[in-house]
């Protein structure tokens, strides 16, 4: 196992499974077990997925996985979870195992990272994105939703409804959820059209 070393001095730990051409998976290689898991499903994500995009790829791909959301829960960046800091850790985890070039598949806010990152290097040789559109991204929902959560991070969860999105019902701390907000801030000008010539390597 490796580790590399992140823009605010964290460290993460690194997985990788297989041969063949690089493919950077941030994913937490360990499935999910008890009420997160339950949680997980709930909202239809399965808790094992790391673990199953592994086992489904190690036999074509070397699979680089780590888990970058989880790391960011355990050990927020409140000011300093940038699209540029983001990119310069990814880029970290790609030099920790000794790749040059490599693919990148990302979901959620990790597939806008990957958008990021496809725009800020030429080592990409491939960007794959799921959960968050390329084109017409929802940059300024997102900067609502989150500024929300922030504000009700550690308030009294039982004062919350039920239809309330993962968001809001998620007991995160300030710092957990300021990253985000930081991350949103930093986004608001940003055109995911424009940029889309910079993008020359295969997308899906």
């Known amino acids: 196992m490796s580790e590399a070393r992140l823009h605010d001095g964290s460290t993460i730990e690194i997985e990788v ?19 997160q898991a339950e949680q997980m499903l709930n909202y239809g ?20 996985v780590f888990d970058y959301e ?32 490599f693919a990148y598949y990302g979901y959620s806010w990790l597939a806008m990272s990957g958008l ?48 309330e999105d993962e968001w809001s019902t998620a007991a995160l701390s300030k710092g957990q959820t300021q990253q985000f907000v930081t991350l949103y801030q930093a986004l608001q000008k940003f055109n995911n059209r424009t940029v889309q010539s910079r993008i020359t390597c295969p997308r899906l």
Do not use: W
Request: a negative charge; glycine letters at 10%.
């Open 70 to 101: 989880g790391q960011c829960l355990r050990t927020p960046k409140p000011d300093t979870l940038t699209p540029a800091n983001i990119v310069t850790d990814l880029l970290s985890v790609a030099d920790a195992v000794g790749v040059d070039r």
């Open 116 to 163: 990021q990152l496809a725009m800020r290097t030429d080592r990409l040789s491939a960007l794959i994105m799921g959960g968050f559109p390329p084109v017409g991204g929802p940059y300024m929902e997102m900067l609502r939703v989150t500024t929300a959560a922030n504000e009700m991070a550690g308030a009294d969860q039982s004062s919350q409804t039920s239809d």
């Open 17 to 35: 499974a297989g041969a063949g051409p690089t493919l950077l998976l941030p994913v937490n290689p360990h499935p999910v077990e008890g009420p």
């Open 45 to 64: 994500v399965d808790p094992a997925l790391g673990q199953s995009l592994i086992k489904g790829l190690r036999n074509t791909f070397r699979v680089v």
